[in-house]
C-alpha cells in the first residue's frame, strides 16, 4: 500500500466534525459541538468575577478575541480587571499562574488543544 492510498490521519476532531468551505461563510449554522463549545466559554465568561480574574486560553491569537468578548458581554470595567494569557502548555500556565492570588479560569479549549498537539506529535514520531 502507498502512502497516498492510506486515509488521511484525523487527528483531534470530534465525531460530528464536518468540513466547512470558505465559501459558506457566515451563513453555515453552527454544528452541535460548536454550540456546546460556545455554551461552555459563555458560561465561563459569566462566571467571571468583577474583581479581577486570570483567564487562560491556548494560542496568543485568541487573547484579543477574549478581551473583545469579555467586554462585549460584562462590560468594559469587568474587562479592564480581567487578565487574558495564553499558555498553549502546561508549563506556561504554570509559569503565569505561580504566587497568583486572583482566581484562574481556563477555557476549556485549552485541555482540547493540548491533547491535540500531543497527538500530532506522536504522529510525527512514528
Not at 20 to 26: F, L, N, P, T, Y
Not at 85 to 91: D, G, K, L, M, T
Amino acid at each position: 500500500m502507498l502512502f497516498q492510498d492510506t486515509p488521511p490521519l484525523r487527528v483531534g476532531v470530534s465525531a460530528d466534525a464536518r468540513a466547512r468551505s470558505a465559501a459558506e461563510g457566515d451563513d453555515a449554522k453552527p454544528t452541535a459541538a460548536e454550540k456546546r463549545r460556545s455554551g461552555r466559554t459563555h458560561r465561563m465568561i459569566m462566571s467571571l468575577p468583577s474583581d479581577g480574574a486570570v483567564v487562560i486560553v491556548h494560542s496568543p491569537s485568541c487573547v484579543g478575541i477574549f478581551r473583545d468578548t469579555i467586554a462585549a458581554m460584562r462590560g468594559p470595567e469587568v474587562a479592564a480587571c480581567t487578565r487574558v494569557v495564553a499558555a498553549p502548555s502546561i508549563a506556561d500556565e504554570r509559569a503565569v499562574t505561580r504566587r497568583l492570588s486572583l482566581p484562574v479560569f481556563r477555557d476549556h479549549f485549552v485541555d482540547e488543544q493540548r491533547e491535540h498537539a500531543r497527538a500530532v506529535m506522536q504522529a510525527w514520531r512514528l
